[in-house]
């Protein structure tokens, strides 16, 4: 079946800390990739995306991700993290054919010590 | 722009109640789509719709039934509430099927008591 991994449940970082977030999909075909953000009680923000090109994507506040084909991974990561990066961080994946579905990794939690 | 829109946003129902939650989009999209949230699991698909008048099964469409009428309206129904079904509930939407992201509403916080 098709998963979306993400390894690292919650994660707390002091703020200026670096950020990597690990998300590995089990889809071997064509496939869309996502990261999306939740705030403290909020719906579901889009941080960025791959379609195709360029493996290095930015989104937006300084997030960029790398798509790395040979490992299936679609890992997040930010230099240095601010305060208001707390947040719930999910992984998605639409594959290319199949059902017509994204589907999400079970998120990351991560809190930022100011 | 209102976006993905949810109604309502909080309820608390008994154990074999009824109720529909309705989602509506005013951006012309094509697909639709309600998850529900549960702490560590991360979101799953309850039913989805490829367009006006179709609907089909995700991950976990038991105990749920959808109705998709008129394409902005997605609805999304509990026949007989258990408490199990208390989650967050979210609706979205996307305009095509690949090379563009799913929009997302506010959210409906369901507790079956």
């Known amino acids: 079946a098709q998963s979306v991994s993400q390894h690292n449940h919650h994660v707390i970082l002091s703020e200026a800390a670096s950020l990597e977030l690990g998300c590995n999909y089990s889809?071997?075909?064509?496939?869309?990739l996502f990261w999306y953000v939740q705030y403290p009680g909020q719906h579901l923000q889009l941080l960025l995306k791959?379609?195709?090109?360029?493996?290095l994507v930015k989104g937006i506040k300084g997030f960029e991700a790398e798509f790395i084909k040979s490992k299936f991974s679609f890992n997040l990561r930010k230099p240095s993290v601010q305060w208001s990066d707390t947040a719930e961080y999910f992984c998605a994946v639409n594959p290319a054919s199949g059902t017509y579905k994204y589907i999400f990794g079970t998120g990351t939690r991560l809190k930022v010590l100011a | 722009n209102a976006g993905v829109t949810q109604t309502p946003k909080f309820r608390v129902l008994k154990t074999g109640q009824s109720m529909t939650l309705l989602c509506a989009q005013d951006?012309?999209?094509?697909?639709m789509y309600w998850y529900r949230q549960d702490p560590g699991m991360g979101l799953r698909l309850i039913h989805y719709s490829v367009g006006e008048g179709t609907t089909a099964k995700g991950e976990v469409p038991d105990g749920y039934n959808v109705s998709r009428l008129k394409k902005q309206n997605f609805l999304l129904g509990l026949e007989s509430a258990a408490p199990s079904q208390t989650s967050v509930y979210f609706c979205?939407?996307?305009?095509?099927?690949?090379?563009?992201?799913?929009?997302f509403g506010q959210g409906t916080r369901l507790t079956v008591v």
């Open positions: 889809y071997g075909g064509t496939v869309n």
């Open positions: 791959y379609f195709s090109g360029d493996p």
């Open positions: 951006m012309n999209h094509e697909y």
């Open positions: 979205a939407s996307s305009y095509r099927i690949m090379n563009t992201e799913a929009f």
